[in-house]
């Protein structure tokens, strides 16, 4: 498949005999849709989230749609490297792993630091799936055409630096929109180094990226209030939804890189004007992404922080 070709959801193969694990699988968010057309098409579904009770609510809505569909739930906090931990020993009775999409997320949290004394967003959105991808890289091996799917953002481009200094150390004023964009872009610079490691250990994983355009997510006011609904969060969540492409077409380009033929350190985004919204195709990522210093500087960096090391 080339950067020009067309792909819509007609283009997904036949997935039955496919494990693929999706983490942030709320009802209406991008990892529902992504497990819900995957589901569809056969994949056993392995739906990973923060409580029991969401996962129920997922499988639910998804069995509406796929009554037959082959599902797993496995709860997992990613803000909490001990309950990664926990879930990927869990996972570990699975057996192979074709795809592991790493889609939860924060957005534009207050300035709060985890149980691991790691800052919110950047716990959340790289150093968990960093772990979690680490743990399970025997099973995505195991699978022989494993594929890691990093789920980013058009803010990694407001990112000034790559996020490299001490994690449990606060450096400057917080200010979460910067924040949250360093935490994209460290998506990024994970998926980039984790290619280029597999293909120099000769490791039979593909790592990919994709991200969703301006998607009409509950992301922006679960990070702003703590909540989607009630007073100014559902005022909020209705503007950004009124704007915006439905969560459906924003979690297209993830469900495109899960599925296509593609090589790795590709990554998918909305094919429409600035990549906001449109059907998925092949799009780059900024200069500060492809920094090969800063994409090893990270790695070991959360080598250290999670205690996980790859090959």
């Known amino acids: 498949m080339t950067a020009t070709d067309a792909w819509t959801l007609a283009d997904v193969p036949d997935q039955a005999g496919r494990t693929v694990l999706v983490t942030g699988t709320s009802v209406g968010g991008l990892g529902h849709h992504t497990s819900l057309e995957l589901a569809r098409r056969g994949a056993r ?3 990973a989230g923060r409580t029991q009770a969401k996962l129920d609510d997922t499988e639910r809505t998804i069995r509406e749609e796929v009554p037959h569909a082959s599902l797993e739930k496995l ?51 790289h150093f968990g799936p960093f772990l979690l991808t680490g743990l399970l890289l025997p099973q995505l091996v195991a699978s022989a055409d494993g594929r890691v799917v990093a789920v980013s953002s ?35 610079l994970f998926t980039y180094e984790l290619d280029r490691r597999m293909r120099r250990a000769e490791l039979p994983v593909r790592a990919l990226a994709a991200h969703p355009g301006f998607a009409g997510t509950h992301l922006a006011a679960n990070g ?10 559902s005022i909020l969540d209705a503007a950004i939804r009124g704007v915006s492409q439905s969560a459906a ?3 297209q380009p993830t469900i495109m890189a899960a599925t296509a033929d593609l090589p790795g350190a590709t990554y998918c985004g909305p094919g429409g004007l600035q990549e906001m919204s449109g059907a998925p195709r092949v799009v780059s990522s900024n200069r500060l992404s492809h920094d090969e210093v800063a994409q090893r500087r990270l790695w070991e960096l959360s080598e250290d922080v999670t205690g996980v090391s790859y090959p």
Do not use: C
Request: aromatic share 6%; proline share 5%.
């Open 45 to 47: 579904v392995v739906l």
């Open 75 to 125: 709860v997992i906090d990613l803000a909490d490297l001990s309950s990664v931990r926990r879930g990927a020993a869990e996972a570990a009775g699975l057996g192979p792993i074709h795809v592991l999409v790493n889609n939860a997320g924060v957005m534009g949290t207050p300035y709060s630091r985890t149980a691991d004394g790691l800052e919110l967003q950047m716990a959340t959105n």
């Open 154 to 188: 058009q803010f990694h481009r407001f990112a000034r630096s790559a996020p490299l200094g001490d994690p449990r150390v606060q450096h400057g004023r917080y200010s979460r929109w910067p924040a949250y964009g360093q935490t994209k872009l460290a998506n990024l």
């Open 224 to 233: 702003q209030y703590g909540r989607s609904s009630g007073g100014i969060a």
């Open 249 to 251: 077409a924003g979690a």
